[in-house]
């Protein structure tokens, strides 16, 4: 069932916007939690986290901004759609998880400086900040598998990246729970010690986000799930011989082709247009996301 695409136009702009204001909603509520008692209960680590939830915010809106961009219908001047802006969006994402990240770090360090000048004793630690840690990391897993799924049916990559932040969020969640436990327990260290360790875990999921965008907007080649439907789909055609060339444009969850085959050399152009139209028939009847084929044919090579 998490497998099934969603390709009603009206349905995906009203899951897609459903799924990002879910996660808007969530983020404030954690911003402004973590921030506050982190503040208050003393807890580097569930301060640290508040940051990020307060960037999640800012990001949530420029990716909201991105996506009703996206929604536009095709123009003159942008004959396949604005689609593209699901990339930028995630691009955008990477941006602020990258920046948050170190961030974090740098607080993070800060503070185990501050302890070992100023040493904070255990009592300082409000029990209370826990909680907060509990309720964020219950709350992010489950908007981590909604957003997810959400992702995969609409073959969004903008929600994609925010799947992979709320799994950020997670860690972040869990080391932030760690070190108050460990700060209670008389290490107070442990509390921005294990920002820092978040810091690398958030570091890594935004490079990864930055890569998937931007293999998007650089029609990188085909993946190979896309390389063997088109082959199978030659091979039923006896008069195909060889594909010898394909690649693709994308634009959001939408692709075109470019497919170069060899044919018997004694077939006239007509026939080879007819040969041509007929893959491209069976390619475009079974693929919602491809919105255009186009194959060059030449003579077999003896």
Partial sequence: ???HIITNPEVVTKK???????GLLFNALLAILKTTF????????????????????VYYLAVKFFLKWADKPADEEHPFGHRQMESIASIVIAAFVITTAI??????????YDYFINPVHEGNLAFYTLYIALFTLVSKIGLS????????????PALGALASDHINDI?????????IIFAKLGFTWVDPLAGCIVSVFILKTGIEILKD???????????????????????????????????????????????????DGKRTIHEGDMIADELESKLMNDNYFLKQVFIHYHPQKN
């Fill in 1 to 3: 069932m998490t497998d």
């Fill in 103 to 112: 961030a974090i770090f740098w607080n993070s360090v800060d503070s185990i």
């Fill in 213 to 263: 965008g931007t293999s998007s907007l650089m029609d990188i080649a085909p993946d190979e799930e896309i390389i063997n439907e088109v082959i199978e789909k030659a091979q039923n055609i006896a008069d195909i011989k060889e594909v010898e060339d394909i690649s693709s444009h994308r634009f959001g969850p939408y692709y075109t082709l470019n497919i170069t085959i060899t044919l």
């Fill in 38 to 57: 982190g503040i208050l209960g003393h807890s580097a680590g569930l301060l640290a986290d508040g940051i990020n939830s307060t960037s999640d915010v």
């Fill in 16 to 22: 897609t916007q459903f799924t990002v204001n879910l």
């Fill in 171 to 179: 860690f972040a969640a869990f080391g932030v729970i760690v070190g």
């Fill in 145 to 156: 598998y909604y957003t997810k799924i959400m992702g995969k049916k609409l073959k969004n």
